[in-house]
């Protein structure tokens, strides 16, 4: 049966519309790919001028915007932060970070090792590591949430280096850093970090056993600090640190665990003070330990 010329012109209609919704949606990913991608790469380059203002370097080798269309994430063969006025340097391998295009508030990075950090009155340390990878979510109203995870990280002393510093390997750390409640409104900031497996040794002998160690708190007005885009180091020497410490716990694979919790006040200065409940199991473990770098801790334990 020969369809009716209505009919063929409801269809030639039809494939037009799909063909002008096809354009639109493709123009407009394009688009906000490249504002997005210009966006990225502006505020990349406005952190860089700030930090240099300040006096410090950040290089990303061969920096390119890459991903589209689904993604939009910034790229480096290299990456190096230097602070010169503080003996501060940290040189890694590439660098890759991505952000869903239907998502740019969500942003996760990953960076590559070998890596090399230079600290004062301490030297150069040689970093190698399984993963390091970086999320964060990020709205206009500040910074919702920032996590930073590393795998099997082994830190050794540079050749180069004369300090007697001892080899630290870890399974695992984890930082994690969001406004309290995650309200992104709050002035305040839930921190918290885990750190799995440490081993601590020097060329003839483990130095410590293996063990575990977590904290977890909220630290009074960080988050306005951050939302502001203030330094957190002159914050801190500015107006000191107020941190309501919910459980602190280092932990012996072989017995033996030290925990506490309570408020914690750091001023200006560096001075600590508090009022902590302090809660230890296996005493003996950590007497044994400690007393085999601190002379006469044995007979005086007690």
């Known amino acids: 049966?020969?369809?009716?010329?209505?009919?063929?012109?409801?269809?030639?209609?039809?494939?037009?519309?799909?063909?002008?919704?096809?354009?639109?949606?493709?123009?407009?990913?394009?688009?906000?790919?490249?504002?997005?991608?210009?966006?990225?790469?502006?505020d990349l380059n406005m952190q860089i001028k700030r930090l240099a203002a300040?006096?410090?370097?950040?290089?990303?080798?061969?920096?390119?915007?890459?991903?589209?269309?689904?993604?939009?994430?910034?790229?480096?063969?290299?990456?190096?932060?230097?602070?010169?006025?503080?003996?501060?340097?940290?040189?890694?391998?590439?660098?890759?970070?991505?952000?869903?295009?239907?998502?740019p508030d969500f942003i996760v990075g990953e960076v590559d090792s070998p890596a090399r950090l230079s600290l004062p009155n301490i030297g150069g340390i040689n970093?190698?590591?399984k993963l390091a990878q970086t999320s964060s979510r990020i709205s206009l109203d500040g910074i919702k949430r920032i996590s930073l995870n590393l795998e099997n990280l082994v830190a050794r002393k540079t050749k180069s280096n004369s300090q007697r510093i001892p080899d630290v390997y870890?399974?695992?750390?984890?930082?994690?850093?969001?406004?309290?409640?995650?309200?992104?409104?709050?002035?305040?900031?839930?921190?918290?970090?885990?750190l799995k497996n440490i081993q601590i040794?020097?060329?003839?002998?483990?130095?410590?056993?293996?063990?575990?160690?977590?904290?977890?708190?909220?630290?009074?007005?960080?988050?306005?600090?951050?939302?502001?885009?203030?330094?957190?180091?002159?914050?801190?020497?500015?107006?000191?640190?107020?941190?309501?410490?919910?459980?602190?716990?280092?932990?012996?694979t072989d017995g033996g665990t030290f925990s506490a919790s309570g408020p914690v006040r750091v001023n200006q200065s560096g001075l600590v003070s508090g009022k902590l409940d302090v809660k230890v199991v296996g005493i003996d473990n950590f007497v044994r330990i400690l007393a085999n770098h601190i002379p006469n801790l044995d007979k005086n334990a007690k």
């Not at 012109?9 to 991608?37: C, K, Q």
């Not at 040189?91 to 952000?99: C, D």
């Not at 063990?211 to 957190?232: C, E, P, T, Y």
């Open 1 to 42: 049966m020969n369809e009716s010329p209505y009919e063929n012109n409801l269809m030639r209609r039809r494939f037009v519309y799909v063909i002008l919704t096809l354009v639109v949606l493709i123009a407009g990913s394009v688009f906000g790919w490249n504002y997005l991608a210009g966006k990225l790469e502006s």
């Open 54 to 103: 300040q006096g410090k370097t950040i290089e990303c080798d061969n920096q390119r915007i890459e991903g589209f269309p689904f993604r939009v994430g910034l790229y480096c063969d290299e990456i190096l932060f230097e602070e010169p006025s503080k003996g501060i340097k940290f040189k890694a391998g590439k660098v890759r970070s991505a952000a869903q295009f239907y998502q």
């Open 127 to 129: 970093l190698h590591w």
């Open 170 to 194: 870890l399974s695992s750390l984890g930082i994690h850093i969001r406004a309290a409640g995650d309200d992104i409104a709050s002035a305040d900031t839930e921190a918290a970090i885990d």
């Open 201 to 252: 040794k020097n060329l003839s002998e483990q130095l410590y056993p293996t063990h575990h160690f977590s904290a977890d708190g909220v630290i009074s007005g960080m988050n306005q600090a951050l939302k502001k885009g203030k330094s957190i180091e002159k914050w801190i020497r500015e107006k000191g640190l107020k941190i309501q410490l919910h459980k602190l716990e280092f932990a012996l």
